[in-house]
């Protein structure tokens, strides 16, 4: 068995996805197993995102009707309903008693949501135990337990069935892990997934942990230095609705950029 276990790291989440993505397409049967992407914020890039790479693919997520990134990300952290200049509680009930009725109706959400099981995941016949807070004020109370620093996503008693497919949830865990001596170094953020496709959800995906981690160092206390997905099993995720040839196009599009990027960036 021959695993692509290189991680892929960079300081702009946008090129991380474009590599990501043509390491895919170049894969034996388009899939690569495990794959391991980060983006390294110890030493904050001028922009976390290039909008060139993220246009490119948001014209065929746009074309095949799919979800963009940004819907995508706010399925794992609500970026808009956070104040940092507010109390955290603040975000728990905008989400539980605002966002959440409305999105739960939706047929795709019908399990759930990953940010609904991070701040109540369901405890019957007892209360639902809000994961972040959990973590939070853990840390805050001094116990730094690397294992108190985890939220778990994947439920069995709702997950574990016999279905074909089943969208929901690919993510099954987050770990928070500070750095150096009691957090000083910063606090990194990594997501692990069952599986993962490159179109349409990783870029999404690696937004909304990042912005999840962010949030965590936040309320920690700490800084932010980075975000890792891992994904056991990652394959390019086209259906019928994303046709052959855009694929082809877009592989096409983001070889040439990222090369041009890379000797662009070797001149200077």
Not at 191 to 216: D, E, I, S
Not at 228 to 245: E, L, N, P, Q, R
């Amino acid at each position: 068995m021959k695993n692509e276990i290189s991680p892929i790291s960079e300081s702009n989440l946008s090129v991380a996805w474009a590599k990501a993505f043509l390491r895919v397409r170049k894969s034996p049967h388009q899939q690569v197993h495990p794959l391991i992407v980060s983006v390294d914020w110890t030493t904050p890039a001028l922009d976390l995102e290039d909008m060139t790479i993220r246009s490119l693919l948001e014209a065929i997520l746009s074309k095949a009707s799919k979800p963009t990134p940004a819907t995508v990300a706010n399925t794992i952290f609500p970026q808009s309903l956070w104040n940092p200049k507010k109390p955290r509680a603040l975000l728990y009930k905008r989400y539980m008693e605002g966002a959440y009725p409305r999105l739960k109706h939706c047929f795709a959400n019908n399990k759930g949501t990953y940010f609904q099981r991070m701040v109540s995941f369901d405890n019957s016949p007892r209360e639902p135990v809000n994961q972040l807070e959990q973590v939070i004020s853990t840390y805050l109370n001094g116990n730094h337990r690397h294992s108190a620093l985890q939220l778990s996503i994947f439920d069995p008693r709702k997950d574990h069935n016999n279905q074909p497919y089943l969208g929901f949830p690919c993510l099954h865990q987050v770990c928070l892990t500070p750095h150096g001596a009691n957090g000083a170094d910063g606090l990194s953020i990594t997501g692990f997934y069952a599986t993962q496709h490159l179109l349409p959800k990783a870029y999404g995906n690696y937004l909304g942990l990042f912005r999840l981690g962010q949030f965590m160092a936040h309320e920690m206390n700490l800084k932010f230095i980075g975000m890792t997905c891992i994904a056991s099993f990652t394959s390019v995720g086209a259906d019928k609705d994303i046709k052959t040839g855009w694929v082809s196009k877009l592989e096409d599009d983001l070889q040439i950029y990222i090369e041009k990027k890379a000797l662009k960036s070797g001149n200077k």
